[in-house]
Each structure stands twice: as structure tokens, then as C-alpha cells.
């Protein structure tokens, strides 16, 4: 079985920055790419941002472009996420997933989240 976990989530003022950290886990699991999502109270999950081990190409939501940047590390299945001048509507819980290379609705693993909440 695979194990995603995050962490790094918690309550900052609007300008802050925070980042998140997700680590999959499994005895012979290598995933095809990880990425992050945000569910705000009352909306749908979203996609944010993720990264391609082929190439190492990443991709961000419109919302989040030159203020988050995502990385990570092929060889341990871990995924990290630089989130800069937070806004108010930033605050979600973040979910990372790892992907299987079958699409992220039903080829992925994905972790329980971890919340963050911006202030003004």
C-alpha cells in the first residue's frame, strides 16, 4: 500500500509565506509525478500545482503563478510546495497526490491534507 502524508500547514498573516512538504511512501511505489490541490470550505478541489519527473515540467493553477513554486526529490517521492505572499483566499486544505501516470482523479494516491489558513 502507498502512504502520501503532507505537512508544513497552519495559520499565517496575508503577505506570509509558508511551505508544505509531502512525502509518498511505499515498499516498491515510484510515482510518474506528484502535484498539490486546495479544497476551500464549500467549493470543489482544485488543482495547484504539480510536478513531471520526465523533464522535471511543472504546472500551476492561474491563481497561484509567481507566488508559488513546487519542487521535489524523484528518488524519495517527495514533493515540496513554496507558497509566497499568501492571500486570504489562499486558505484551504492542501491535499498532495501522487500520481500512478493514470490521471490524477483515479490514478493517484492521495495524503488526508494539511490546513492552511491566511488572515488579513
Known amino acids: 500500500q502507498v502512504q502520501v502524508v503532507e505537512s508544513g500547514g497552519g495559520l499565517v498573516q496575508a503577505g506570509g509565506s509558508l511551505r508544505l512538504s509531502c512525502a509518498a511512501s511505499?515498499?516498491?511505489?515510484?510515482?510518474?509525478?506528484m502535484g498539490w490541490f486546495r479544497q476551500a470550505p464549500g467549493k470543489e478541489r482544485e488543482f495547484v500545482a504539480a510536478?513531471?519527473?520526465?523533464?522535471?515540467?511543472?504546472a500551476y493553477a492561474d491563481s497561484v503563478k509567481g507566488r508559488f513554486f513546487i519542487s521535489g526529490d524523484n528518488a524519495k517521492n517527495t514533493v515540496y510546495l513554496q507558497m509566497n505572499s499568501l492571500k486570504v483566499e489562499d486558505t484551504a486544505v492542501y491535499y498532495c497526490?501522487?500520481?500512478?501516470?493514470?490521471?490524477?482523479?483515479?490514478?493517484?494516491?492521495w495524503g488526508q491534507g494539511t490546513r492552511v489558513t491566511v488572515s488579513s
Open positions: 497526490a501522487a500520481s500512478t501516470g493514470r490521471g490524477w482523479d483515479t490514478g493517484a494516491y
Open positions: 511505499g515498499r516498491t511505489f515510484r510515482s510518474s509525478g
Open positions: 510536478i513531471l519527473w520526465i523533464g522535471t515540467s511543472t
